[in-house]
């Protein structure tokens, strides 16, 4: 059974700060996904990271996977109040065919940023 | 170009009763999926499928009954509500290799 586990859960933060956020999954996979969601609002699609090794970087945010450590994170540089949201790490199992068999979720980073 | 379309988007039912959220996407999705978020549980699969007239049982699948008749649309069903099934519902839809696109969800609650 695939599990994904994401920390801190919870984040509190001032402006101007770095930070990062870790995901840690139990089993092979290849795909992670990181989504962002506002309050009462859907997710939204953040970075897809496909192979080992894999950076990819929007505007103060930043992800990486290495899947050697099954590890994934999400770096936020000189944070500001607008990256304020809960963000979620999401895995695709490695048999499942081009992704076909659904996500598993972290629980989720509730992140706040002060100003 | 509406993307992943979610109906109702909010709903109050009584225990025991029944009722279908649709979803709906324009983008000529393959693969389709229903999932429920909890407080401090993430999201997680309840059914999903991977092409007309298919689907499958995910994580959670108990209580719940799916149907895609159609390549564009994924029905979730309860038969008999109960109130461990208050939740937000979301949608999702994705082809191959790329990264799935979520609906707006649906707030459910059952009294």
């Known amino acids: 059974e695939l599990k994904v586990e994401q920390n801190p859960l919870f984040l509190s933060m001032q402006e101007g700060k770095n930070y990062t956020i870790y995901c840690n999954y139990s089993?092979?996979?290849?795909?992670l996904y990181w989504y962002r969601q506002d309050p009462g609002k859907s997710l939204e699609s953040l970075f897809v990271l496909l192979s080992n090794g894999a950076v990819k970087q929007e505007g103060r945010l930043m992800a990486s996977l290495d899947t050697k450590a099954r590890l994934s994170t999400l770096h936020i540089t000189a944070a500001v109040h607008d990256l304020s949201a809960t963000y979620f790490c999401a895995v695709d199992s490695l048999y499942s065919g081009g992704g076909a068999d659904g996500l598993t979720f972290g629980k989720g980073t509730h992140l706040i940023i002060q100003p | 170009n509406a993307g992943v379309t979610q109906t109702p988007k909010f709903r109050v039912l009584k225990t025991g009763q029944s009722m279908t959220l649709l979803c709906a996407q324009d983008?000529?999705?393959?693969?389709m999926y229903w999932y429920r978020q909890d407080p401090g549980m993430g999201l997680r699969l309840i059914h999903y499928?991977?092409?007309?007239?298919?689907?499958a049982k995910g994580e959670v699948p108990d209580g719940y009954n799916v149907s895609r008749l159609k390549k564009q649309n994924f029905l979730l069903g309860l038969e008999s509500a109960a109130p461990s099934q208050t939740s937000v519902y979301f949608c999702a839809s994705k082809t191959f290799n790329q990264p799935q696109h979520f609906g707006d969800g649906t707030r459910l609650s059952i009294l």
């Open positions: 499928s991977v092409g007309e007239g298919t689907t």
């Open positions: 089993t092979t996979s290849d795909r």
């Open positions: 983008m000529n999705h393959e693969y």
